[in-house]
């Protein structure tokens, strides 16, 4: 599967954005799919990730973000509000073989994006 990821910019704190993650393949709904980010001199780190029955939110992000997907347009979403500065990072979603638990980390989702960029400014 293939993931191009867009709708990052350059936005003030406080502000929200939209992330869409498009896909291609007729198989996108079987994937668990993910949203990871990294900022600069720092590793990549968990963000969101979704089933098609569970969610989870790193605890930095937890009741700002939101993921969602929706299988008709094989696409999947993170919507972020109440954006801080300390987001500001390339933002990658990644699409994985379902697991037993939910994927939290990068070494289990085969598939990635190119990442878009988000910058917050204070």
């Known amino acids: 599967v293939q993931l191009q990821a867009s709708g990052g910019g350059l936005v003030q704190a406080g502000s929200s954005l939209r992330l869409p993650c498009a896909a291609s393949?007729?198989?996108?709904?079987?994937?668990?799919m993910g949203w990871f980010r990294q900022a600069p001199g720092k590793e990549r780190e968990f963000v969101a990730a979704?089933?098609?029955?569970?969610?989870r939110y790193a605890d930095s992000v937890k009741g700002r973000f939101a993921i969602s997907r929706d299988n008709a347009k094989n696409t999947v979403y993170l919507q972020m509000n109440s954006l801080k500065p300390e987001d500001t990072a390339v933002y990658y979603c990644?699409?994985?073989?379902?697991?037993?638990?939910?994927?939290?980390?990068?070494?289990?989702?085969?598939?990635w994006g190119q990442g878009t960029l988000v910058t917050v400014s204070s």
């Open positions: 990644a699409a994985g073989f379902p697991r037993p638990t939910i994927m939290t980390e990068a070494g289990h989702y085969e598939y």
């Open positions: 393949g007729r198989t996108f709904s079987s994937y668990a």
């Open positions: 979704r089933t098609s029955i569970s969610t």
